[in-house]
């Protein structure tokens, strides 16, 4: 873990103004035996409730680490804050006649949303295997959840030109063709629904270090933690370098109980259910 922690302060005291570059870390060898799921230990099984879950097969201490991964994509908050801050320039007459015309939009996509879109459309091209034996197994897989979602649209023309020209790029990719539809429906809800946010520490808010991880924050998209769903009281709890994040059990988990993590950070549990559930606005059953 040291050795991860060297290299988020090694980016972060060489990074510009304008902030780091996206990390690109690599699991640290002492846990690289995390990075693909103990079938001794854990299966997806099917949550009536919920969709698909992780599920303890066997009996797991409070402290074991069930799972580290790296993220397929990720972006930082940096990337993106600055076009926030233009629209704090709105004059304040105008506010409530957006707020409206806000809102549809931020349930339709949000900018940093297109930024992983984007990159993942482009290791899709890269690498096909990305889509064909990782990202179509990821919610949501049914035609009738994908008919009940919002329909993605970018704010930004050139994001979504970018986005027509890569789908078009698909059908000439061997073990993709015929497959583009389904991609340019499928994508955007994907990321929607199974991204996570990076902090060093999202239960304390922390950034440890003489200059702190802060401006490693965003959000990524992880394999196998996508299948990880929500609890209000979680028994697992992650932490994030950069793109690495890890779960570990925070209590005793015995056999035959699903595994479950918070999407929110944890000083937020506290709050009654209508405001976490207010905080939860991408579909997410608690």
Not at 62 to 81: Q, R, T
Not at 119 to 132: G, K
Request: glycine share 6%; with cysteine; aromatic share 8%.
């Amino acid at each position: 873990m040291e050795s991860l922690l060297d290299q988020a302060d090694a980016l972060i005291l060489t990074s510009g103004e304008e902030g780091p570059d996206r990390p690109n870390f690599e699991i640290p060898h002492e846990l690289a035996n995390h990075a693909i799921p103990n079938g001794e230990w854990l299966e997806v099984r099917e949550n009536p409730n919920k969709g698909k879950g992780w599920f303890a097969k066997r009996d797991i201490q409070a402290g074991s680490i069930i799972l580290v991964a790296k993220a397929l994509v990720c972006a930082l908050d940096l990337e993106y804050i600055a076009g926030d801050d233009e629209d704090d320039d709105i004059d304040q007459d105008e506010d409530d006649d957006n707020q409206q015309m806000e809102q549809e939009d931020e349930a339709q996509g949000s900018t940093v949303n297109e930024l992983l879109v984007l990159d993942l459309l482009q290791n899709i091209l890269d690498d096909p295997s990305i889509w064909s034996e990782q990202l179509t197994n990821l919610y949501p897989r049914e035609e009738v959840d994908i008919k009940s979602s919002p329909v993605w649209i970018s704010k930004d023309d050139e994001v979504f030109s970018q986005f027509e020209a890569m789908i078009d790029q698909i059908e000439k990719v061997p073990g993709l063709v015929g497959k583009s539809k389904e991609i340019s429906r499928r994508l955007p809800l994907i990321i929607r629904y199974n991204v996570l946010s990076i902090e060093t520490c999202p239960e304390l808010l922390s950034h440890p270090g003489q200059n702190g991880h802060h401006s490693l924050s965003g959000v990524g998209l992880y394999y196998w933690p996508s299948f990880f769903n929500h609890d209000s009281k979680p028994n697992v709890s992650r932490y994030a370098v950069g793109n690495i994040m890890w779960f570990v059990a925070n209590q005793d988990i015995f056999a035959r109980q699903e595994m479950c993590i918070s999407y929110l950070e944890h000083d937020v549990l506290c709050e009654n259910s209508y405001r976490r559930n207010c905080m939860l606005t991408l579909d997410f059953k608690v």
